[in-house]
């Protein structure tokens, strides 16, 4: 049976891991590649990597980094940040990344994902989106990092996106995340019910009980966290015996 | 261990050169006749779609060279649906080096038993079950592969593995000296590695 899958995200720039982390018996907890592997033994799903590097030199050090990653880990893998034309694409591609995302570049040109399906199969097509609720109780999607609103709905936006050949969507709510108080369960619930394609929550993972809502009430099909998972709160193998313990299929 | 992965218009193939390196073993890519047909061992890899898969074959005469093959040959997610007798993917005529027939997943409405919304393609981690190969030596009954995949191989005299998705399905083949895998070995974390290795010794 298809398990539900845990994603730990990795924040990089210039080839370095943004946030801190407290692993211990790390050779280098700063080097994505090191801690990427660490949660591939541990029993991680799949890994995302988010470059936010805004230096001319981004694409040399991603493809690097890239390259690297693939070398050493034997689980799926997705890179994104700031993925806005084919040719970046290509080359994260054939450095080995297993799946690129793709945000604010699609939203303002939404062929870029028909393009890219085309080109590479919908696979490796995950549309991220950043959305909000607003007062009017409309989830509205933000881009360039949840600066601007844009003038779209988030479901309106991510059914466009799966007709263009989106293989994926990320979704992740600018209300939740970094406030550990659990997923946004009814946007989560209305992309993962009203889609054809898997949607993986991501955005206010504090607590196990979390994952099982996530999974059970808005039925994602993954749910991927960053800080719970780089500081230790959670561990990845004691999280999936806590899901499978409330009848939650996932890998052991 | 001389091994080729042959290079054709599909995705992944770096992912299955860089699994391979993992274990310690170098690998050619290669379109070329001879050197594939010199290897030891020959991988057949792939992510894409059938039919231009194949026109891409029979324009380098690559699928005549596939089938003449006579050490192990192991097809990895496309790879593995080319060697089948038909793939439903755009009505594509394939290699028929298994009888099995490549069928497209079909969505319930109803979704499954927990009313969750069934997708496809699949992409994830399963179960690989009723495990009769020496591809599988150590590789424990139900262990997770990892798949991404709109169809499926039916289930016939070479099935060696299955998978229930939406329905069952062959999740690997077997006829003499050629194997098939449905899911990703190179993306299969160490049960993975353990079917790559033990494609090295069948």
């Given at each position: 049976m298809l398990t539900k899958r845990i994603i730990p995200c990795l924040d990089v720039k210039d080839g370095r891991t943004v946030k801190g982390t407290n692993f211990v018996n790390l050779r280098d907890a700063g080097d994505p590649v090191d801690l990427g592997e660490i949660y591939a033994l541990r029993g991680a799903d799949e890994l995302v990597f988010l470059d936010i590097t805004a230096t001319v030199e981004k694409r040399k050090t991603l493809s690097e980094m890239v390259r690297r990653i693939a070398h050493r880990i034997n689980i799926p893998f997705t890179v994104g940040g700031g993925v806005s034309d084919i040719r970046d694409v290509e080359m994260l591609l054939n450095s080995g990344a297993d799946k690129i995302t793709i945000n604010s570049a699609a939203f303002k040109r939404p062929s870029l994902i028909s393009d890219l399906a085309r080109n590479f199969g919908s696979q490796c097509v995950v549309l991220a989106i950043d959305t909000k609720k607003e007062s009017d109780g409309v989830w509205w999607v933000y881009l360039q990092g949840g600066r601007i609103r844009a003038n779209e709905t988030c479901i309106t936006w991510a059914r466009r996106g799966v007709d263009l050949g989106a293989g994926e969507i990320l979704v992740t709510s600018m209300d939740h995340d970094g406030t550990k108080h659990g997923f946004a369960l009814d946007i989560t619930r209305t992309l993962s019910t009203e889609l054809p394609v898997p949607v993986i929550a991501s955005g206010g993972a504090g607590q196990m009980n979390h994952f099982t809502d996530v999974f059970q009430i808005a039925k994602a099909d993954a749910a991927l966290a960053a800080s719970i998972f780089h500081f230790g709160e959670i561990e990845i193998r004691a999280l999936k015996t806590y899901l499978k313990e409330r009848s939650i299929n996932v890998r052991i | 261990m001389n091994l080729a992965i042959i290079k054709y218009n599909a995705g992944n193939i770096r992912s299955v050169l860089f699994a391979i390196e993992r274990l310690g073993i170098s690998a050619t890519v290669t379109d070329d006749c001879d050197e594939l047909r010199s290897a030891d061992r020959v991988i057949f890899p792939g992510v894409g779609e059938a039919s231009s898969a194949m026109a891409y074959l029979k324009a380098r005469k690559l699928d005549q060279l596939i089938k003449d093959l006579s050490q192990p040959v192991l097809g990895i997610c496309l790879g593995m649906q080319l060697m089948c007798k038909y793939s439903e993917e755009n009505e594509t005529e394939c290699?028929?080096?298994?009888?099995e027939i490549v069928k497209k997943f079909r969505i319930d409405k109803e979704g499954d038993s927990k009313g969750d919304v069934v997708k496809v393609p699949q992409i994830g981690w399963n179960n690989i079950s009723d495990l009769k190969s020496a591809l599988f030596n150590g590789v424990p009954e139900d262990s997770y592969c990892y798949f991404v995949h709109g169809y499926y191989a039916d289930f016939g005299n070479d099935t060696i593995a299955t998978t229930d998705y939406i329905q069952s399905y062959s999740s690997a083949l077997n006829k003499k000296n050629f194997y098939g895998v449905q899911f990703h070995p190179e993306k299969s974390a160490e049960v993975g590695n353990r079917i790559l290795q033990n494609f090295m010794t069948v």
């Open positions: - | 290699l028929g080096i298994f009888q």
